[in-house]
Nanobody, 113 residues
Framework: QLVESGGDLVQAGGSLRLSCAVS????????MSWYRQAPGKQRELVAT???????NYADSVKGRFTISRDNAKNTVYLQMDSREPEDTAVYYC?????????WGQGTQVTVSS
């Protein structure tokens, strides 16, 4: 089970942190990712964190967003800095265990200009 939290209506600029609490899988070995889906657009990959600690980011968020994980808490985070209106979307957490993958229910982030 994946449960996202932290979504909010916020102004451009500043910071916001999303959390995804995970249960029922071997978290430390899983690749954890954040995706987002804006209205009328396809879901897109935002950031990924592998079990070995490698991280990758979409070009649109590089230098502004940071993915991190706490294996002791089975939680993955997405720190969003310098928010832009274009970041408005539903943000989803995904866990990939190599056997199957799991999605959270999503959390809405709305950035006003």
């Amino acid at each position: 089970q994946l449960v996202e939290s932290g979504g909010d209506l916020v102004q451009a600029g500043g910071s916001l942190r999303l959390s995804c609490a995970v249960s029922g899988i071997t978290f430390r070995r899983s690749t954890m990712s954040w995706y987002r889906q804006a209205p009328g657009k396809q879901r897109e990959l935002v950031a990924t964190s592998t079990g070995s600690g490698t991280t990758n980011y979409a070009d649109s968020v590089k230098g502004r967003f940071t993915i991190s994980r706490d294996n002791a808490k089975n939680t993955v985070y997405l720190q969003m800095d310098s928010r832009e209106p274009e970041d408005t979307a539903v943000y989803y957490c995904k866990a990939d265990t190599l056997v199957r993958y799991y999605w959270g229910q999503g959390t809405q982030v709305t950035v006003s200009s």
